[in-house]
């Protein structure tokens, strides 16, 4: 029987759900830093074993296997992206440096600005320029560039990244460049701005590039490491990768563009967040998804049953600019450890114990308290039902660094300050959500939380209570979301370009002839991916702005063939669009059009499954939980989550556990098993 595998490498866990036969199982193993490949063989070795059978029968009898990697987001945090050398047009050589003129902080007057990818020494001019319609105001001279590739050389680059000005109304000069970096530096890769990134505003567009190119030798290396141990286990097609949209690509393809896998993983979460919310019967489309893992809090949204995306999305301070699910992202997580400060205040984060020595109750060498082992102490945790059984808590060892770390500089019990862990953690995280939706005028109650990660369970309804959220739901696959997600989720790819038109005075020719070349990338796309005619779907939008403002507005074309009648369409949703972002709009006046976008998608067809015949439900046994609400130890119904049949309802306080995570109901509130298995929590009213 064939079987899919889908991989997350989170900071902490390596998530692993097993579909076969319409149905699926979830698994989690520790990541390895070190090397990653050999983490997520390490997943598989306990998928097969728990299957009864090895490696290489499981990855022989594999149709597809696909992976949400940090590899990418971890090179650039951590420094080891490729020596990668910028060409410019001259006059620009602190474009990277300058950046846009604004701090991420602008009311913190000492913040540093992040040092520029590529350092100034490494960058390289070329004389030539083309103007913002796309004329050629400076010829280019391969002469002249192929002496400055002869010098670079001398430095040995890794990577090299071609910026122009406004090379996104005329590439022929980048494309120029190129074919020279192939004669030049032969086997150097290379990225040009106008293909990685093709949007007007010089600073995003150059740093997504330093950004892909730097990372093609690392992620070329990276994605062919994890291909051939694949290959040498047994598996025989190519693995697929996330990308930051939240579709997957191949290997191949995301080779030629790495940059967009600087959200791959947990930009999988969002989507799936709002399939279970769909298939739990949840009406609306408005979903706050969180991803609580071992590391981080990840908070995302959905308003209308679209998933909130954007083009500034950012690590360690550079703008990687493609296409990606807007996600919210802080240090809170079962791993943050907590502490006192000098005035006697507790934080929580934003480091992180990790998986190793992670947190002290995993007896691995961990020294500081944290999230997780507040947790246990509270009682809210199984010891010996943790992490798909992997690890066995010790609580003495948790008691005793919370007690030396936290309730003995503060004079309290260790329950309390276990408590007060908790009560921290969780205030940081209803800050992410608040940030996430009324920064943009959006109202927490209006949603629905789905909760995921190992963690999200014990929090989740805690935060929703504070937040005025009346609905939780904590899906059966919530511990595992973003590889489910993965699982789950389409066969996905965006392509851009750029050409300016105003509403009243458009040129029907040039944009219909950009938008007959991206319909024809997106089909190249889908059948390089081999995806039949009846699951293909081209999704086109064009960015839109009224005269005079920095920043578009994504806005969804229905149709290719562009007329009057479906121009006036386009631009009245434009106006619709703003009023609903912005609380205004200018129906009189004309919107300027600048890039225009396609989305090749493939639809993967996915099963939905039912909890099936289970038991009636009766709580296996009490246990005393510390609540701090109650001011101490209360004794509280623990169920089986596999036990519980759909539609059973337990009253809180009350614990619903089972092998990879454990869930909290809290007072005022119940719970009612969901078909899929989930928990579909719910405040009392009054």
Request: glycine share 12%; net charge negative; with cysteine.
């Amino acid at each position: 029987m064939t079987v899919t595998l889908s991989v997350d490498v989170g900071g902490t866990f390596t998530d692993i759900v097993l579909e076969e036969g319409g149905k699926r199982r979830f698994y989690k193993s520790l990541s390895n830093h070190q090397d990653i490949a050999q983490g997520i063989m390490e997943g598989v070795a306990h998928v097969a074993g728990d299957r009864g059978t090895t490696v290489a029968e499981l990855l022989g009898s594999c149709g597809t296997f696909s992976c949400g990697t940090t590899a990418a987001t971890n090179a650039i945090l951590e420094g080891r992206t490729a020596r990668t050398i910028l060409l410019h047009t001259e006059g620009f050589k602190d474009v990277l440096r300058v950046r846009e003129g604004g701090r991420e902080n602008s009311y913190d007057i000492y913040e540093d600005f992040p040092e520029p990818l590529i350092p100034r020494h490494l960058c390289f001019s070329v004389r030539e320029r083309v103007n913002a319609e796309g004329g050629v105001e400076v010829p280019l001279d391969d002469d002249e560039v192929r002496s400055t590739l002869r010098q670079i050389a001398k430095l040995e680059p890794e990577a090299v990244a071609v910026a122009l000005i406004w090379s996104v109304m005329s590439a022929d000069h980048e494309n120029r460049i190129g074919r020279l970096i192939e004669e030049v530096l032969p086997g150097v890769p290379y990225s040009l701005s106008h293909e990685v990134n093709p949007a007007v505003g010089e600073y995003r567009r150059t740093s997504a590039t330093a950004l892909d190119a730097s990372l093609k030798p690392v992620m070329r290396d990276s994605i062919s490491n994890l291909s051939q141990r694949l290959l040498d286990a047994g598996f025989s097609r190519r693995p697929l990768f996330v990308c930051s949209n939240g579709g997957r690509t191949s290997g191949d393809v995301i080779v030629q563009k790495p940059v967009f896998l600087c959200l791959s993983g947990p930009s999988a979460a969002p989507g799936a967040a709002l399939r279970l919310a769909e298939q739990a019967g949840i009406e609306g489309g408005n979903v706050i998804s969180i991803d609580l893992g071992g590391t981080s809090l990840d908070v995302c949204m959905a308003v209308d049953g679209i998933v909130s995306m954007q083009r500034q999305g950012t690590i360690a301070g550079h703008v990687f600019g493609v296409p990606s699910v807007e996600i919210s992202t802080i240090a809170a997580g079962g791993g943050s450890i907590a502490r006192v400060d000098a005035g006697g205040m507790v934080h929580v984060g934003p480091t992180s114990a990790g998986s190793k020595p992670g947190p002290a109750c995993y007896g691995l060498g961990g020294l500081k308290a944290t999230l997780t082992d507040a947790n246990l102490v509270r009682g809210l945790l199984d010891k010996n039902k943790f992490g798909g059984g992997h690890l066995t808590l010790d609580e003495s060892l948790a008691r005793d660094v919370i007690q030396r770390d936290i309730a003995g500089p503060l004079s309290i019990s260790v329950e309390e300050a276990a408590a007060l862990i908790c009560a921290v953690a969780e205030q940081n995280m209803i800050a992410a959500v608040e940030d996430m939706t009324m920064r943009k005028g959006f109202d927490p109650r209006d949603f629905v939380l789905v909760s995921g990660g190992a963690a999200g369970g014990l929090h989740a309804a805690n935060l929703a209570r504070e937040l005025g959220i009346q609905k939780v739901l904590i899906p059966r696959a919530g511990s595992v979301l973003s590889a489910y997600g993965i699982s789950t989720g389409d066969i996905k790819f965006d392509f851009g370009k750029i050409a300016f038109s105003r509403s009243d005075r458009f040129d029907f020719q040039k944009v219909g002839a950009v938008l007959k070349e991206l319909v024809g990338q997106g089909t190249a796309f889908l059948d390089e991916m081999e995806i039949e005619g009846e699951h293909r779907q081209l999704l086109l939008s064009a960015e839109g702005r009224y005269a005079g403002q920095v920043w578009q507005i994504p806005v969804p074309l229905v149709d290719t063939s562009l007329n009057s009648e479906t121009l006036a369409s386009l631009v009245e949703r434009f106006h619709e669009l703003h009023e609903r972002l912005y609380s205004v709009s200018s129906p009189n006046e004309p919107v300027e059009f600048l890039e225009w976008r396609v989305q090749a998608v493939g639809i993967v067809p996915t099963s939905t499954e039912s909890t099936g015949d289970r038991l009636s439900g009766q709580a296996q046994l009490r246990r005393k939980v510390y609540l701090r609400e109650s001011g101490g130890y209360t004794d509280i119904a623990v169920y089986d989550a596999t036990n519980l049949q759909a539609g059973f309802k337990a009253t809180g306080p009350a614990v619903i556990s089972d092998l990879l995570t454990s869930n909290f109901v809290p007072s005022g509130s119940t719970a009612t098993v969901t078909a899929e298995g989930g928990l579909l929590i719910e405040f009392l009213k009054g």
